[in-house]
């Protein structure tokens, strides 16, 4: 069964860092794209990162390009997103996604999804 | 960057009844790189048609997918209990992959 686990999130200070994880099983973890896209409190969707499988290919969201970094471990079946000088406008759900095809800029779909990080921006 | 609208945005219908829901993109969608998920309450999307037709593992046959272009549809034959929820379109042919804005289907 294909698990998700995302972990790391809470309350930041506008300005601060937070560093999510997500960590993957049941499936073999080097072999596919990961995206992570969030969700503000009662808003939709929005893509934010994606890496492929061996790292190679890494694409970001206008919105947080040059603030966040995305990584992977393939040997710890597990993904990363570093998020730096956080906005207000940054708070949301965050979830880790498996991606299907290429995912460079977000151009993929996402078959597995984990349950979500909460990440809170305020003061 | 596509922009996608869906509509209408609220839907109330009554179990067993069909539901139609639409995803309109800004332009021409490559390759009908469109999915389809849908949301319930304080749960992770889930994964329902891709490729603007092909209905994901363990999907029931209720729900299909159409279109092409810059028009999809996503529909449900026959609305059971827990079909009510949010659905989202998603376009990932052009970077970036964008998201609609979701249509809610609730209990009329």
């Known amino acids: 069964e294909v698990q998700l686990v995302e972990s790391g999130g809470g309350l930041v200070k506008p300005g601060g860092s937070l560093r999510l994880s997500c960590a993957a099983s049941?499936?073999?973890?080097?072999?596919?794209?990961m995206n992570w896209v969030r969700q503000a409190p009662g808003k939709g969707l929005e893509w934010v990162s994606s890496?492929?499988?061996?790292?190679?290919?890494?694409s970001y969201a206008d919105s947080v390009k040059g603030r966040f970094t995305i990584s992977r471990d393939n040997a710890e079946n597990s993904l990363y997103l570093q998020m730096n000088s956080l906005r207000a406008e940054d708070m949301a759900v965050y979830y880790c996604?498996?991606?299907?095809?290429?995912?460079?800029?977000?151009?993929?779909?996402?078959?597995?999804w984990g349950q979500g990080a909460l990440v809170t921006v305020s003061s | 960057e596509i922009v996608l609208t869906q509509s209408p945005g609220t839907l109330s219908l009554s179990p067993g009844e069909r539901a139609t829901l639409s995803c309109r993109a800004s332009?021409?969608?490559?390759?009908?790189?469109l999915a389809w998920y849908q949301q319930k309450p304080g749960q992770a999307p889930r994964l329902l048609i891709y490729?603007?037709?092909s209905r994901a593992t363990g999907i029931p046959d209720r729900f299909s997918g159409s279109g092409s272009g810059t028009d999809f549809t996503l529909t449900i034959s026959r609305l059971e209990p827990e079909d009510f929820a949010v659905y989202y379109c998603?376009?990932?042919?052009?970077?970036?992959?964008?998201f609609g804005p979701g249509t809610k289907v609730d209990i009329k």
């Open positions: 996604a498996r991606g299907r095809l290429a995912c460079t800029g977000g151009t993929c779909y996402s078959d597995y």
């Open positions: 049941g499936f073999t973890f080097s072999s596919y794209s």
């Open positions: 890496i492929s499988s061996t790292s190679s290919y890494i």
């Open positions: 332009q021409s969608v490559s390759s009908s790189s």
């Open positions: 490729g603007a037709s």
């Open positions: 998603q376009q990932y042919g052009s970077s970036p992959g964008t």
